[in-house]
């Protein structure tokens, strides 16, 4: 099969702009993909952010006007990873423009702005949006939900996902836009890491139908630009507590996202248990998963057990590493690239795929109806 070649545009070439253009680079480690990507072009309004696209032989275009990259025809995807108040202008011309869009998360500042992109998604026939989300692709994270679908748990009695840092305990580090509500949104730590732990529960279809949320605020200064003091007006941590319904039976479903996690990196975890069975994953030991069964052990008898098993290489899409070798942080990048320009060309299959836009906006009524709950101290109906 002889690859498509589609040249591809990063806005933003903070940290995530320069993750994805680093992942693309191990692009050759997929197997049989119908896509070649190649980055031609890169915008940041920061001229010095520019410099280490250099590194990358294929970028031919630096613009600090992002309107640059939408004009020009060349140009067949873009990848926009900009602060969360910039989410609706750039991702409704990008969509105007007719250009395929791998949007950042959380998709829109909150439940209007996100509601708006969507509206521009309807406006323009033929356009092809998703919303980034690499953590599934843990192969981990794809064991799980084979599990969860082989109807293996049984009668279920509850599941659990989370993400989990630790990066603000320390008080002393400076403000940034990730950490004001003006930029960041309201929801706070909800539309920074909440479209991490929802993918999968939305993707089983466990759209809760009831929220009881705990939010916290926890360092509610930090040092701005000039040493001073300055309001870190953001939640930090968010535990919500939610009813969702797994073939016909109702269970409860805690989703936590924290940014003060003592001791956590990235933690991305999720369990689910039930009757039958239970699974659960977490990038903290990226090999392992874990199954629960009964089982017949050698002199003792039937005994419950939670077993372990190493997950190896293979994600979604097949790639040239080692099946047993292990899988990190950029292989999800990767994984996730795969998938979205594959289902771009129609050829994804029933491979579980990218969020999608509907999902990305049913975060966001979940993130508002959480900070009702929290402002309520009480349980909020979706
Ligand atoms: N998927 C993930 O795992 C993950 C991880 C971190 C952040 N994110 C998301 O990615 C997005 C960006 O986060 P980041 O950590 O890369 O931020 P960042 O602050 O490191 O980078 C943002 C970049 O955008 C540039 N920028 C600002 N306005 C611009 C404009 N009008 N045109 C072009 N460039 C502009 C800035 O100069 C900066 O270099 C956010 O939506 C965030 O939630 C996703």
């Known amino acids: ?26 692009w050759p480690a997929l197997i049989d993909h119908p896509v070649r990507p190649r980055l031609t072009a890169v915008c940041d309004i920061d001229p010095a952010a520019l410099d280490w696209f250099d590194e990358i032989d294929t970028v031919t275009t630096k613009a600090t006007d992002y309107r640059d990259l939408l004009s020009d025809s060349s140009i067949d995807v873009v990848y926009v990873a900009v602060r969360h ?10 969509i105007a423009s007719g250009k395929a869009l791998l949007a950042e998360k959380p998709f829109g500042i909150d439940a209007a702005a996100a509601g708006a992109i969507l509206e ?66 309201e929801a706070g730590v909800l539309n920074d890491l909440g ?27 930090r040092p701005g630009p000039d040493g001073v003091l300055v309001p870190c007006d953001t939640w930090d941590n968010a535990v919500l507590h939610c009813w969702a319904t797994h073939e016909g039976v109702r269970f409860p479903l805690t989703v936590a996202t924290k940014r003060i996690d003592p001791g956590e990196k990235n933690t991305w975890e999720f369990e689910a248990v039930g009757l039958g069975g239970g699974v659960r994953f977490s990038t903290k030991n990226p090999k392992r998963v ?35 070798f292990e899988f990190g942080f950029s292989d999800s990048i990767l994984q996730m690239w795969a998938v979205f320009l594959a289902e771009r060309e129609g050829l994804l299959g029933h491979r579980f795929g990218t969020a999608r836009p509907e999902e990305a906006v049913i975060t966001h009524e979940i993130y508002r109806a959480a900070l009702r709950s929290h402002a309520d101290g009480a349980a909020v109906r979706l």
């Not at 002889?2 to 191990?26: D, F, K, S």
């Not at 108040?85 to 990008?94: A, C, S």
């Not at 069964?293 to 790639?319: F, H, K, N």
Request: glycine share 10%.
């Open 120 to 185: 521009e998604i309807a406006a323009e026939p033929g356009s092809f949006v998703r919303c980034s989300s690499e953590m599934p692709f843990f192969p981990g994270a794809q064991w799980a939900i084979d599990y969860v679908r082989s109807g293996a748990l049984g009668t279920i009695v509850e599941a659990r996902s989370s993400f989990l840092h630790s990066s603000d305990v320390d008080v002393t580090k400076p403000i940034s836009w990730k950490r004001q509500a003006r930029f960041c949104g």
């Open 1 to 26: 099969m002889t690859a498509r070649e589609v040249n591809i545009g990063i806005i933003g070439g903070g940290l995530m702009g320069r993750e994805i253009a680093a992942a693309l680079q191990r």
């Open 195 to 221: 479209l991490h732990t929802w993918h999968i529960p939305l993707r089983l279809g466990w759209t809760p139908d009831q929220i009881y949320a705990v939010l916290q605020n926890i360092v509610p200064e």
């Open 290 to 324: 874990e199954v629960f069964t009964m089982a017949d052990i050698p002199g003792i008898g039937r005994e419950q057990a939670w077993q372990r098993l190493d997950a190896g290489s293979r994600s979604v899409w097949p790639t040239v590493t080692g099946p047993n």
């Open 85 to 94: 108040d910039l989410h609706q202008g750039i991702y409704t011309d990008v």
